[in-house]
């Protein structure tokens, strides 16, 4: 998938806003998949992403995190953690399924459908330059800043 053309997709977002790739010619895009708003590992992750946000944001790159959580979790959950970028509500599952993001996970024995940790950075042009999977949150987000930082 890297090195190709990301199709156009626009799903509803925290603050009011719909988030439209199309709208975001010319900018850096990095979209974060994360499996469930307001726990350990997720929270972590946007912590991260907030902390280094000036950062991303000096590089040209927009944040947007998408979850199948409501948009009413997300707002709660982008409230509580100060969260400066939004959050896409993605119940139907159609971004996550462009992207292949949902997989069968082992949760506390039991086979379950749910979201891979996973990150994307689309170029300015609208073009998938990388991606990661199965994420491990520890040190993850200074890798995609860093990467960022090379385009």
Known sequence: MPDSKIPY??????????FQLAAQAGK???????PKDSTPGCT???QQFRDLHAEFSAAGAVILGIS??????????????AFP???GADTDETVCNLF??????????????????STFVIDNAG???????????PGHVQEVLDFVKTL
């Open 100 to 117: 292949g993001v949902i997989k069968m996970k082992n949760m506390y024995g039991k086979q379950v459908r749910g979201i891979e940790r």
């Open 127 to 137: 073009v998938l330059r990388r991606e990661w999977r199965g994420v491990k949150v």
């Open 85 to 87: 970028f939004e959050l």
């Open 44 to 46: 972590t992750e946007g």
């Open 68 to 81: 199948r959580d409501s948009l009413k979790s997300h707002e709660n959950f982008k409230a509580k953690q």
């Open 9 to 18: 997709f626009s799903l509803p977002a925290t603050g009011g806003h719909t």
């Open 28 to 34: 850096i895009v990095v979209i974060y998949f994360y």
